[in-house]
């Protein structure tokens, strides 16, 4: 849509949900993956996923601890949604983003696959593209110890690309 494309100037992404890591196990999605058409609504906890695996920073993590709107259970019909959805997204090559691209990768993520994470940016297809590896960091980017030097790449980022 041309007239959405002339108001957006730019996609950042960090830390996107292309493919599940490893430390999410095998058996939810298995779970998911034969039972998400037949019963969609059933429920399951997320116990793979401690809060340390989303970020380092030990205040953050209590206030996601705290926060009662985060969820502590999924349903396998999401699951499968969110599956499927990753599969596409993996198998679109080039994917082709009319904007310039800044896209966060955080090495130790334990929620998204750093390798499919880091293929899915390499088959972004946008001259105007800038990948970033935030060493040392979990998922949650924009949570971590060290996110103001994040917030301060976004920013100058933006600010390059103002008209």
């Given at each position: 849509?041309?007239?959405?494309?002339?108001?957006?100037?730019?996609?950042?992404?960090?830390?996107?949900?292309?493919?599940?890591?490893?430390?999410?196990?095998?058996?939810?999605?298995?779970?998911?993956?034969?039972?998400?058409?037949?019963?969609?609504?059933?429920?399951?906890?997320?116990?793979?996923?401690?809060?340390?695996?989303?970020?380092?920073?030990?205040?953050?993590?209590?206030?996601?601890?705290?926060?009662?709107?985060?969820?502590?259970?999924?349903?396998?019909?999401?699951?499968?949604?969110?599956?499927?959805?990753?599969?596409?997204?993996?198998?679109?090559?080039?994917?082709?983003?009319?904007?310039?691209?800044?896209?966060?990768?955080?090495?130790?993520d334990k929620v998204a696959d750093v390798e499919a994470v880091t293929k899915v940016g390499q088959n972004i297809e946008q001259k105007d593209k800038t990948v970033i590896l935030r060493k040392g960091e979990q998922h949650e980017v924009l949570n971590e110890v060290k996110r103001q030097e994040t917030y301060k790449i976004i920013?100058?980022?933006?600010?390059?690309?103002?008209?």
């Open positions: 849509n041309m007239a959405l494309q002339q108001k957006i100037k730019g996609c950042i992404i960090t830390s996107p949900f292309v493919d599940y890591a490893d430390a999410l196990g095998t058996f939810k999605v298995l779970v998911s993956r034969v039972l998400g058409r037949i019963m969609p609504r059933l429920s399951l906890p997320v116990e793979e996923l401690p809060v340390e695996n989303l970020t380092n920073d030990v205040q953050k993590q209590k206030e996601h601890d705290d926060d009662p709107a985060n969820l502590h259970s999924f349903t396998i019909g999401w699951a499968l949604e969110c599956l499927n959805t990753q599969l596409r997204v993996r198998e679109t090559i080039p994917i082709v983003i009319p904007v310039p691209v800044l896209y966060v990768i955080a090495e130790l920013g100058e980022w933006i600010a390059n690309r103002l008209d």
